[in-house]
């Protein structure tokens, strides 16, 4: 079996609800922290930087033109000074970091989860596919371009942010890529206990179900920047609970105590080992696999906004010189078969 340690860090923590460079520092001085106690491997929340955008929950659409403007004015461009500084500090402490942004590109704002390796290299820029409810009144959808596992100096790492993990066929293109360790993403601060309760359920059926680690990172709000939020009480309760960061192995078992309330670091040593052992008995994307009955077909090309008839021209003689069917317009990769 594979005889490889990594210790990975899921980190809990509230942003700056007022400027991105101040949770930005937060960032820094958690990556700081991380290293000192030996971390490989960081995970942040869900679009940490600059902050989720609570407002969208708990406000009715008419009255979020404020604040989703100013959210645009914090928003994150990839790539940008904010993405520079934390390329950086991974170049410095030798550390994969995994960071949730709001990313502004042009007239839009997407949930984008960034994956910077170990020499700070961004080795993946992946956008979440469908924004739910409340959410999607504030992010465009992204596309499967970004449903990719990135090889870094640590593993081959996968991410996911929060309800994705609830559309299978998109865990499932992570697993066929053979991921070890799974990052995941969510707010936290959001609905109550029963979002802590869905979260242990969704990322340890993904740890047993792909053979893999899960570092989950939820983030967390204090009672001030509650109600900084709303003045509410009623609304307020929805801003409250919700909060389960923690370390999973391929087992489904927590490797640390995990963390549901206030901030911290939960820490853990990932054995790779363990990914052999659940895999024997169990692999989703191998000897347990039916190809022959089931498979994912994946358009894991950009969106195209405009399309050059020149360009598909081109394409289409290379298609019929290569007995390929499919028209450009569809824009449709190979079948995945596992």
């Known amino acids: ?43 942040f929340p869900e679009t940490f930087v600059p902050y989720y955008p609570y407002f969208s929950f708990v406000y009715p659409a008419v009255a979020c033109g404020a604040e989703h403007l100013r959210l ?31 990313e502004r590109d042009h007239g839009s704002i997407y949930n984008t989860q960034l994956i910077f390796d170990a020499d700070g290299e961004l080795v993946l820029k992946r956008r979440k596919i469908t924004p739910t409810y409340h959410e999607r009144m504030i992010w465009g959808q992204g596309d499967a371009a970004g449903l990719k596992v990135a090889e870094t100096q640590i ?13 299978p066929l998109a865990r499932y293109a992570l697993m066929t890529q053979h991921e070890q360790i799974h990052c995941s993403q969510f707010p936290g601060s959001l609905v109550g206990p029963v979002f802590a309760d869905q979260i242990e359920a969704t990322i340890r059926h993904h740890a047993l179900e792909s053979g893999c680690f899960v570092v989950n990172s939820t983030g967390w ?85 405009a399309h050059s008839m020149q360009a598909d021209s081109d394409y289409s003689e290379f298609s019929e010189k290569e007995g390929n069917n499919h028209e450009p317009e569809k824009n449709l990769s190979s079948a995945i078969n596992y």
């Open 72 to 102: 645009y004015e914090q928003a994150v461009v990839v790539p940008g000074p904010i993405t520079q500084a934390v390329s950086e500090c991974a170049r410095q402490y030798g550390m994969v970091v995994v960071l949730g942004v709001n």
């Open 1 to 43: 079996m594979t005889n490889k340690m990594v210790r990975a860090a899921a980190v809990q923590i509230a942003p700056d609800l007022e400027s991105a460079n101040g949770t930005l520092a937060k960032v820094l001085s958690a990556m700081e922290e991380a290293h000192a106690r030996g971390v490989e491997l960081i995970v």
């Open 221 to 305: 709000l204090t009672d001030t920047q509650i109600e900084s939020v709303t003045k509410d009480e009623k609304l307020q309760q929805a801003l409250r609970g919700g909060c389960n960061t923690a370390i999973i192995s391929p087992e489904g078992k927590h490797l640390a105590e995990p963390l549901t309330s206030g901030e911290g670091l939960v820490v853990a040593d990932l054995d790779f080992a363990l990914i052999t052992k659940r895999k024997r008995m169990m692999d989703s994307v191998g000897h347990y696999a039916r190809p022959e009955l089931l498979s994912l077909l994946i358009n894991d090309k950009p969106a195209r906004y």
């Open 155 to 167: 593993g081959r790492v996968g991410a996911l942010a929060c309800w994705e993990h609830y559309n």
